[in-house]
């Protein structure tokens, strides 16, 4: 009995994911199903009446818009290192670092906007969840920019670049899946609260 054997020059790689990217998976589901629990949550409580009526914070529109300006400097910044232009890279990777923190700031006054208008964590559901969404939103955003800091640090010692790019991408799937969550977040409050 013969082996017919045969000889394949460019066999096809199975379809595989980055371990870590994998993972990040995950941890963005996990996330994703935290919030969709939240404001199903939100939307049931609210069908049960004496819920609080509040105006959202003018604050929120200036956190909407750096979330969106701090997207597009992180996948500017991810451009230039698959071109290695490392100083392109460090200035677009430290702007999304900034406005990173000036959201916060820009979460903690519309906090502070809140307050003013009679709107507490404790007493009505109301105020309660919004303080939790965008407090649990905001947990999850100084997470994001820990790991800014540690592509950045990174970027500055040229481990970021053309053929070393799993962190970068990594960190612009997170810091872009953010955005979009306080995206998702701001649009749901508008049509909700």
Same mark, same amino acid.
């Given at each position: 009995m013969g082996t017919n054997i045969r000889l394949v020059e460019n066999p096809q790689r199975p379809l595989s994911v980055h371990p870590h990217k &994998?993972? !990040?998976?995950? &941890? *963005? +589901?996990? *996330?994703?199903m935290i919030f969709a629990s939240l404001t199903s949550a939100f939307i049931v409580k609210q069908g049960e009446g004496?819920?609080?009526d509040y105006n959202l914070p003018s604050m929120f529109w200036f956190t909407s818009a750096t979330v969106i300006i701090s997207s597009v400097m992180i996948q500017w910044g @991810?451009?230039?290192? $698959?071109? #290695?232009?490392? #100083? $392109?890279l460090n200035l677009l990777l430290a702007t999304t670092l900034l406005l990173g923190l000036v959201f916060l700031v820009g979460q903690w006054y519309s906090w502070v906007q809140l307050v003013a208008m009679d709107v507490y964590f404790v007493g009505n559901p109301a105020g309660s969840f919004i303080y939790v969404l965008t407090g649990l939103h905001a947990f999850h955003l100084v997470s994001g920019l820990?790991? !800014? +800091?540690?592509? !950045?640090?990174?970027? !500055? $010692?040229?481990? +970021?670049?053309?053929r070393n790019l799993v962190r970068m991408?990594?960190? +612009?799937? @997170?810091w872009h899946f953010l955005g979009a969550l306080w995206l998702y977040l701001f649009v749901f409050l508008i049509f909700y609260h």
């Open positions: &994998f993972a !990040l998976w995950l &941890f *963005i +589901v996990s *996330i994703v004496s819920w609080l @991810y451009f230039a290192a $698959k071109e #290695n232009q490392f #100083n $392109k820990v790991f !800014l +800091v540690v592509v !950045l640090v990174g970027a !500055l $010692k040229h481990r +970021v670049h053309s991408e990594m960190c +612009v799937t @997170y």
